[in-house]
């Protein structure tokens, strides 16, 4: 199975919060956007650009969440793109097309059990380190498919 982050894909909201993008996550605000992806599907990014980090959203010495990894490819027009809970299939550098495997969608059910569902987080930073709306610009990205 393959997913690609889209402006019509499921959003989660689940018993341990909403996926949305600026949703409320006690003193912040939620980033990026969540969807609803089952455990080992492959990730495909959405726009082309290259690999430029490999990273951990914990610390790799934590025993509970250490071993979940994010894929960040900067895109041609200097978006980076990441992509949270995914496994890396790929290696800093690479030359990365549009719908090209980037990874598999990690088990965060073995970590945080069934009161959270799978999930690909998503988030876009544009080249001024802007957070941006993951959905406006997954509407951009679609729009200029047509």
């Known amino acids: 199975m393959q997913f690609m982050p889209s402006s019509f ?4 909201s689940d018993s341990m ?3 949305h993008y600026l949703a409320s996550r006690g003193r912040r605000k ?5 969807f609803d992806v089952n455990k080992d599907t492959e990730i495909l990014a959405v726009a082309a650009g290259i690999v430029t980090k490999l990273g951990y959203p914990y610390s790799p010495g934590d025993l509970k969440k250490g071993h979940l990894r994010y894929v960040e490819v900067t895109t041609h027009d200097l978006h980076r793109t990441r992509y949270f809970y995914c496994k890396p299939v790929c290696a800093i550098g690479d030359e990365i097309l549009k719908r090209t495997p980037i990874g598999l969608q990690q088990d965060l059910q073995a970590v945080y059990g069934t009161n959270m569902d799978n999930h690909l987080h998503f ?3 544009d080249r001024l380190d802007t957070v941006l709306d993951p959905i406006a610009y997954l509407k951009t990205q679609e729009k200029g498919n047509k």
């Open 123 to 125: 988030e876009v930073i």
């Open 17 to 19: 919060g909403s996926g």
């Open 9 to 12: 894909a499921h959003i989660r």
């Open 30 to 34: 939620h980033r990026g956007v969540d």
